[in-house]
């Protein structure tokens, strides 16, 4: 820990009124303390982890947190406010606030000690200690773990080991045995929610004589727990907002499934919940694969997520797979074709010709090594497409299934199904009773098999030709759409791309698109033009809105604005995230106004686009640039216009003249 927090890295006089003023303080002096690189790059990640769900906890505490490209190393910052802070908390604001950075790659150890932190903040103690401290010095020593050792593990009883790690030995059986509890605890950045709710649920453990072990599916490390532990628990807890790693291990098991909030907040509530389902020998309907997250606002013993919500989970898992392929192998076709020109698709092969003098044959080598990427688009959409639903054992059915479909020229939607196919036959199978000595060969040979049988069948006999039929008529629908056709039809992709700005309806227009680049035709082409373009708007238009009104707008999002000129030239969308979510009312709907104009726009121009990312710097590549620029500067002029108008006309109704909240310096963010 002594890495981790200095004396300079705490502020025990905290001044800042709002989280976001908060993070920037403490954020400053990270960058001070040469831990992070990049100010404002770092706050839009932290504001995009803050995004996902508040990261107030009951107590008085705030966690903003988030791994970051733009940190150099793994750094705590600490803050204490006599006002209080408002991080989203239920029972009101946060006077501790810890910032916690780490870096994209952290390395296991450093995670592994920020977790200690955050199982330590469930102890009041330790939290009581941190507001009665006057010298930073002492507080860093304090976070750091140099004081005397908690005479509480001695009071434990002998029979349990409440909160021990994943893999311990299971307690030996005593005529007293006390309840048993495992659980699984893990949250979308693996850093401190985690954590916290394995200590809560522990602390809790111990209070009700519960012997409870939590397996933490975090950024620290994934310990599986030892089977005979899971053979011996009563009940099975999951506080989680990532689903689940191999849950068939918890088959048979009376289960209460929660988000990790309640974890944190309401540990001995979900004890009791585990308890009472024991005693009435209810068994959670779990095989491996099992899908469905709550909320932390979820009910006690909720066991699944609504269809809806569990099928958006599964595309989306495919997606973000598929994305690192189709920006690889995109960006390289692209290169290839600024090098060489459109005839180098149709070059001979690098591998029988290759003249290292001749742009030409650098330019061939590109391509085909792009046109290799872009071979897996389908089969990887559809493997983990696959592998959200039923976990590992359905990666082989999947990836068959997606490979099938370029073979029957499915294309895009045939890989979609392959993946919801193959999913579902594997968890069929996995639902079939087997005996002992089967079990140990089902994941790894006997689902394959069947699964990989099945869903090949499937696809070249039952539903392959039919998919593909539809996938031509979807391709002769965009390559004749023209008109009012193709301006709606953008309209409808700006809109989706400007929702939630990186988002799961933002994915799916932006895997739409891609997905026509595969097998290239104009009216494919139109589309991933018009995608790019509305994505661009976002912020494009808040960098906009906030250089022409800056009074509108606090300090800290007039300097995410700077940063958001690049980010939108880049077509990063998430670069508005910052301000949508410090006030989504007025900004969401003006991005999406600005998106759809735009979308509309490129459309009506008959722009195309043969890269899948690359914003301005891929000019060279789109057809009618001119145009396409325009569309991108009238949606950013609409939607930067929309928000000055909305922010102008509360701060109008909203301040009285004189009020120094009229400036925007003192204003407190609105959160959804």
């Not at 698709?345 to 061939?364: I, M, T």
């Not at 891609?514 to 960098?543: F, I, Q, R």
Request: charged content about 15%; some cysteine.
């Amino acid at each position: 820990m002594s890495e981790l927090i200095t004396a300079d890295l705490v502020d025990l006089d905290l001044s800042a009124t709002t989280k976001d003023a908060a993070a920037r303080s403490l954020a400053e002096r990270m960058v001070a303390a040469h831990r992070v690189t990049d100010l404002d790059g770092f706050l839009a990640d932290v504001a995009a982890r803050e995004a996902q769900m508040p990261t107030g906890l009951d107590g008085g505490i705030g966690i903003p947190h988030c791994r970051s490209e733009h940190v150099s190393a793994p750094t705590l910052a600490f803050g204490r406010s006599a006002a209080g802070i408002d991080f989203g908390a239920a029972d009101g604001p946060a006077d501790l606030i810890f910032l916690i950075a780490a870096p994209a790659g952290a390395d296991d150890d450093h995670l592994t000690i920020l977790s200690g932190l955050a199982r330590r903040l469930m102890d009041p103690e330790f939290t009581a200690a941190l507001r009665a401290g006057t010298e930073p010095a002492a507080a860093a020593a304090l976070i750091r773990g140099e004081e005397p050792a908690e005479p509480a593990a001695e009071q434990e009883p002998e029979h349990a080991e409440p909160g021990r790690d994943a893999g311990a030995e299971a307690a030996e059986p005593a005529a007293d045995a006390p309840f048993r509890v495992v659980a699984v605890t893990s949250c979308p950045t693996g850093i401190a929610h985690t954590y916290m709710a394995a200590e809560s649920l522990a602390a809790a453990g111990r209070d009700q004589g519960v012997e409870i072990t939590v397996e933490t599916q975090g950024s620290a490390g994934f310990t599986k727990l030892d089977p005979a532990v899971i053979a011996a628990a009563d009940a099975v807890i999951w506080a989680h907002d990532v689903e689940v790693r191999e849950k068939g291990r918890f088959r048979g098991k009376p289960l209460v499934d929660v988000g990790v909030k309640a974890g944190i907040n309401r540990p001995a509530e979900l004890i009791a919940e585990a308890r009472r389902k024991a005693e009435r020998g209810e068994v959670g309907a779990v095989a491996e694969g099992d899908g469905g997250t709550d909320s932390g606002d979820a009910e006690v013993g909720t066991v699944r997520a609504h269809f809806g919500v569990r099928l958006r989970t599964y595309l989306m898992s495919g997606v973000s797979y598929m994305v690192p392929f189709v920006a690889a192998g995109g960006l390289l076709i692209a290169l290839s074709f600024a090098i060489g020109g459109y005839e180098i698709a149709d070059a001979r092969s690098v591998a029988d010709h290759f003249v290292w003098s001749e742009a030409n044959s650098w330019a061939a080598l590109l391509n085909q090594i792009g046109s290799a990427a872009f071979g897996f688009l389908v089969p990887v959409l559809a493997g983990y497409i696959a592998y959200g639903m039923a976990d590992r054992p359905a990666l082989v059915p999947g990836f068959v299934g997606g490979a099938i479909a370029l073979t029957v020229n499915a294309g895009f939607l045939g890989g979609l199904v392959a993946g919801l196919l193959a999913g579902a036959v594997v968890m069929a199978i996995q639902r079939v009773p087997v005996h002992a000595t089967l079990r140990g060969i089902m994941p790894v040979l006997v689902i394959p098999l069947i699964a990989s049988a099945v869903v090949g069948f499937l696809m070249f006999i039952v539903v392959g030709k039919p998919i593909a039929s539809l996938q031509n008529a979807l391709t002769d629908w965009l390559n004749g759409l023209s008109g009012s056709n193709a301006v709606i039809l953008g309209v409808v992709l700006g809109l989706m791309m400007c929702f939630d700005m990186g988002g799961p309806l933002n994915k799916v227009a932006y895997a739409f698109a891609v997905g026509g680049l595969a097998d290239p035709t104009p009216g494919s082409l139109k589309v991933m033009a018009a995608v790019m373009a509305a994505g661009m708007v976002p912020p494009l238009a808040m960098a906009l809105a906030t250089t022409v009104r800056k009074k509108l707008f606090t300090k800290t999002e007039r300097e995410n604005g700077r940063a958001a000129w690049v980010l939108g030239a880049s077509f990063i969308t998430e670069g508005a995230i910052p301000f949508a979510a410090a006030d989504p009312l007025r900004v969401i709907p003006s991005v999406m106004a600005g998106g759809a104009v735009t979308g509309a726009l490129s459309m009506a121009f008959g722009a195309t686009l043969r890269a899948p990312h690359g914003g301005v710097f891929v000019v060279p590549l789109i057809g009618e640039p001119f145009l396409y620029l325009l569309a991108v500067a009238a949606g950013t002029l609409v939607a930067a216009a929309l928000v000055v108008l909305l922010k102008g006309a509360r701060r109008t109704t909203s301040a009285p003249a004189g009020d120094p909240a009229a400036s925007g310096e003192s204003r407190v963010a609105v959160t959804a």
